[in-house]
């Protein structure tokens, strides 16, 4: 019998726009909440995203432009407690319902269920907010539709590296010929093409001029 084939999709940027006016808004709300004056602008943001995770994107921000900013707290325990605040903020902003899923998603979810095709999410985001994302969107019962939701810091290191493909591989015990994976950015292909994984990159503002050489296929 044929293994059936598993659809394994990113989230921000591909499930939905999440980034300009979800993540990028819910990191300023905290770096307000903390008294901090700093603040991402649209264009600023698109540049950070080149660092995956929030963490890691807020450490390299101060290490670029805050060389001299200096708190009583060890630095990464201050990072992870503004992190935390930031998705507080951001599970608040899918939860007024402001970020919906990109045209066609449901669809496509709804149809591979149909054909009994296996789906797996391999993202950077935490996994609070994944839950967030499609309990707000699809119900919170379409959370158990994805076999795994590989998430965040569940790996030791984030996209671009493969880790996080690799593990969804291993954890549903899955050959990657009879997978696809859907990506919006750089670093999600180069995560997904070490592990020979076929990928369907699907572009948005942020992304469409990045380089995609190796995808199966752009969108
Ligand atoms: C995109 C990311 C994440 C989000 C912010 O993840 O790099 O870091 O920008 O989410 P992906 P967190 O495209 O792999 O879904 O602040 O929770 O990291
Ligand atoms: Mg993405």
Known sequence: MTE???????????????ERDGHRVAF???????GLDWEWPVSLYGELLAIAGGKERINFYIS???????????????ISNLH???????????????????PGVE???KEARTNKMRLAIATTT??????ALLEHTLGKESISWFEII???????????????????????NI????????????????????TGLKTIVTVNDYTRNQDFTGATLVL
């Open 4 to 18: 059936p084939f598993t659809l394994i999709f990113d989230v921000d940027g591909t499930l939905a726009d999440t």
């Open 107 to 109: 669809r496509l979810l």
């Open 150 to 172: 590989a998430a965040g810091d569940i790996v030791p290191a984030k996209k671009p590296a493969p880790d996080i493909y690799y593990y969804v591989l291993e954890k549903m």
């Open 126 to 131: 935490t996994l609070a907010n994944v839950e």
């Open 28 to 34: 300023n709300q905290a770096f307000a909440e903390a």
């Open 175 to 194: 050959q990657p010929q009879n997978c696809i994976v859907f990506e919006d950015s750089y670093n999600g292909l180069q995560a997904a093409l070490p």
């Open 64 to 78: 670029q432009y805050k060389p001299k900013f200096s708190v009583s707290l060890p630095l990464p325990e201050y």
């Open 84 to 102: 935390k605040s930031k998705t507080y903020y951001y599970r608040k902003l899918l939860g007024s319902g402001a970020i919906p899923l990109r």
